[in-house]
């Protein structure tokens, strides 16, 4: 199973002035293969700095990411990332851009039939059988982000990175999609390394909670959700367990504020 | 988009006439154009028609520069060098306007270059562009190219600096190199100033090509502005206008459409 390691990671800014803003330091985290974690904090501690090293978007400054033991340089194939923003091509149809997951990875243009049947069965997989030949301009917040995950997953990610990929959307579709978020989980096997601000997601969604300092982020500390999956199965929201949990997490992020 | 989920209110008068007319492009459109003619034939009976002539004595003009072939030939030797400025503005401006704004070193080179050249009055080359090129069509081109190719050139150039850096980081973190990048996020960007720009080209060659007429060939459209409004004969002067007139509606028509056809994911607004 693939494995993320962060080791004494540490990243700082400059700032409107000239002066360094040190957003993480010293930041050491295993993520094992297999598992979905999650990171909490409150805003500007780091955490997007934190996936987008993970993505291999940005270098670490000091400290090494590695990936399945092989230090990370830039983006890697073996990974997929879900943005909040989603960042679907205005001018691709749904089909297109969740080609593009297998495009520019192959580096070529043309999908295989196979690839293209892929590219079909994950959108169905997603929910949106039927919007191949839409623009995103003409779907929903919910439906779009749903575009994002199927861009992802048709990579066949080993590591799933999300920056809080539900964070833009109301109450109702964030609940729905992160129930098909853990039914998709269960299916593909993928590591998950989920960002979020919000308590309840990370708890609900994942098997280890990340808590962190605000600036500079360093981690504060860890709780592991002992939670049965597949959580939609019950009402794992209702269980003392979750209760439990949310409330020692609160108090440690409240500080923080 | 043709919608009327309401039915029409049955109200009486004038209100349902205009709901009727209103819904109607067409009939809108033919109503607008009779209002502009009324007002005009009473504007034109009561001032001398050395100032407007009345609508009638127009059309008769107009039909009688037709049947000479005047209007006709004029219209065809302004046409031409207008269409090969403009094409060679669209093709050179485009070009250079994508390559500027992808190669910033490029751009910061020439923009300098490029700024002070259209900052000049497109009026003050022509005497260079006829002490180079002399009086012919030659100088006609030269001078809607150069009307032309800088507008457009400096749209496409904005639009492509204009690149959603967000987008690029997506497409980065997809695995896609700098070229892939060029292609799947910065020219599908850039697309939209393309035609904004051509439209603005449009406008801008249209002037070049009277203008150019009018002072340099004594041909076309240009030199039946000059030659009419000399000899005031003021009802002949405005058959050349409504030839005018028509091209830039119907050019303005074929680069909406042609955005239409090229940016099918481009949200239509309605107000």
């Keep these: ?257 | 988009m043709t919608q009327s989920a309401e039915p029409m209110p049955q109200s009486n008068g004038a209100n349902s006439i205009f709901a009727a007319i209103g819904g109607n492009q067409v009939l809108l459109g033919a109503l607008s154009i009779a209002v502009f003619i009324g007002v005009w034939q009473v504007v034109s009976m009561n001032v001398p028609p050395i100032i407007l002539p009345s609508p009638a004595n127009v059309f008769a003009a107009f039909a009688e520069l037709t049947a000479s072939g005047e209007l006709i030939r004029a219209t065809g030797q302004t046409i031409w060098p207008f269409a090969v400025g403009l094409v060679f503005a669209f093709i050179i401006g485009t070009t250079l306007g994508l390559l500027l704004g992808i190669f910033r070193p490029a751009a910061r080179l020439l923009d300098p270059y490029i700024f002070v050249f259209w900052s000049i009055p497109n009026i003050a080359w022509l005497p260079l562009f006829i002490a180079w090129f002399g009086v012919g069509q030659l100088t006609l081109i030269v001078f809607v190219f150069v009307s032309a190719v800088f507008p457009q050139l400096l749209t496409v150039e904005a639009g492509a600096k204009e690149a959603d850096s967000f987008l690029v980081e997506v497409a980065r973190s997809l695995g896609g190199t700098k070229r892939e990048i060029l292609h799947i996020v910065v020219l599908p960007s850039a697309l939209p100033y393309i035609f904004a720009g051509l439209r603005i080209a449009v406008g801008r060659a249209l002037v070049g090509i009277i203008v150019g007429q009018l002072l340099i060939v004594a041909t076309g459209i240009g030199y039946m502005f000059q030659f009419y409004g000399e000899t005031l004969s003021l009802a002949k002067y405005f058959a050349p206008l409504i030839v005018i007139a028509a091209l830039a509606v119907l050019l303005n028509r074929a680069v909406n459409w042609a955005e239409h056809v090229f940016i099918p994911w481009k949200p239509r607004a309605f107000i």
């Design chain 1, 1 to 257: 199973m693939p494995e993320l390691e962060f080791v004494n990671v540490r990243k700082s800014y400059r700032g409107p002035t000239g002066e360094n803003l040190l957003a993480l330091d010293d930041f050491s985290l295993k993520v094992a293969g297999g598992r979905f974690v999650t990171v909490v904090g409150p805003s500007g501690c780091g955490k997007t700095t934190l996936l987008r090293m993970a993505g291999g978007l940005i270098p670490s400054e000091t400290g090494k990411i590695r990936l399945d033991g092989a230090v990370l340089e830039g983006p890697s194939p073996k990974m997929s990332m879900v943005f909040q923003g989603i960042g679907l091509m205005p001018w691709k149809t749904i089909e297109g851009n969740v080609s593009l997951g297998i495009q520019l990875q192959a580096h070529r243009q043309k999908l295989t039939a196979e690839e293209s049947h892929f590219v079909k069965a994950t959108l169905e997989l997603v929910g949106l059988k039927g919007f191949e030949h839409y623009y995103p301009h003409q779907l929903s917040g919910g439906m779009q982000q749903r575009v994002g995950l199927a861009r992802a997953l048709v990579r066949q990610p080993e590591i799933l990175l999300m920056d809080e990929p539900f964070g833009a959307l109301d109450a109702q579709t964030r609940t729905v999609l992160q129930d098909e978020l853990l039914n998709l989980w269960g299916r593909v096997k993928s590591t998950v390394l989920f960002i979020t601000h919000d308590l309840d997601e990370a708890i609900y969604l994942s098997d280890m909670v990340v808590i962190m300092r605000r600036r500079p982020g360093r981690i504060k500390q860890v709780l592991e959700v002992n939670l049965p999956q597949p959580r939609y199965s019950y009402d794992a929201r209702a269980e003392k367990e979750f209760t439990r949990l949310r409330s020692i997490a609160w108090q440690s992020i409240k500080e923080e504020l």
